[in-house]
């Protein structure tokens, strides 16, 4: 990726923003480091990769800042949070839709609240293809980072996205966490990689971490949102024994954006918890 401009900070750990261009395209993001003031362990930081950085890079980054001072009480290790965002002062750039989804028919697409048209969608394998080829390379290269721990969270169409580089390619993350992801708008594709995943697995065994996490007011989501985050996670669970293992967790008195600052309390100590989730 081509570096356009970066600048540093102190007021959250040691923070870096860098404005980049990707190498194959002209499509650009914000790219925020996070840091733990900590030295880092013989093996290296962990690294969470956080989509949607624009709206919540500051939330995880003060969670991972008070709550990684004692790892042996909270469970949360001092980690390198990598934010991917847009060059944009909205929490929600239109461009996320292009990057975390699938190519969808618009008469499959749910309507639009506003009666407009979606932005344009169809590009999570090439989004995909910079985050392994651009961005994690970036990352190894300039970090100390251990190279077995590395989490991807992303909530909504970035919840759909973390379970599509699961699906697609499940080596590249450890622990991949989706919150109330839209399985709605890319059911029909994510079905067809979820049984490629599943004949992967059987032939090859994986160690990943899965979190599906919900809040209790989307039962009402009339996107079927609630049910299909619950079924995916039923239907997942069972591969356990292939070494997927799952977790679903339900917030209660969350809706779809209230949920945020509770899942990432609980996704920051997600990676260091026992895979034994009963």
């Keep these: 990726m081509n570096i356009i401009s970066s600048k540093q900070s102190s007021s959250l750990w040691n923070h870096t923003e860098l404005y980049v261009k990707r ?6 993001y914000r790219i925020y480091i996070a840091v733990p ?5 013989l093996a290296g930081y962990p690294v969470i990769y956080l989509l949607d950085a624009n709206s919540v890079f500051g939330t995880m980054t003060e969670a991972m800042r008070l709550q990684s001072r004692r790892p042996e009480v909270t469970g949360v290790q001092p980690s390198i949070i990598v934010g991917v965002g847009y060059p944009s002062a909205e929490p929600f750039p239109a461009e996320r839709h292009y990057d975390f989804t699938k190519t969808t028919p618009d008469d499959e697409l749910p309507p639009h609240p506003a009666g407009g048209q979606w932005p344009e969608q169809g590009g999570a394998d090439d989004f995909l293809n910079f985050i392994e080829e651009e961005l ?8 100390m980072i251990d ?16 379970l599509h580089t699961l699906f697609n390619k499940p080596h590249l993350f450890s622990c991949y966490i989706a919150g109330s992801p839209s399985i709605h708008w890319n059911k029909h594709s994510l079905s067809a990689s979820e049984q ?14 899965l979190l599906i996490a919900v809040g209790e007011l989307e ?9 299909n985050a619950k079924q995916l996670a039923a239907r997942l669970e069972v591969q356990s024994e292939h070494g997927l293992h799952v977790k679903y967790k ?3 008195g969350e809706g779809h954006i209230s949920i945020l600052p509770a899942l990432i309390s609980r996704a920051i100590r997600f990676p260091s918890e026992s895979t034994d989730f009963r």
């Design 147 to 162: 190279g077995m721990q590395q989490t991807i969270f992303g909530h909504s169409l970035g919840g759909l996205f973390v």
């Design 23 to 28: 190498c194959s395209n002209t499509r650009s």
């Design 136 to 143: 994690q390379p970036y990352i190894r290269k300039n970090y």
């Design 250 to 252: 339900e917030f209660s």
């Design 219 to 227: 039962q009402s989501h009339k996107s079927g949102m609630f049910s």
């Design 196 to 209: 490629q995943l599943a004949k992967r697995i059987h032939q090859a065994p994986l160690l990943i971490r």
């Design 37 to 41: 003031g900590t030295p880092p362990p």
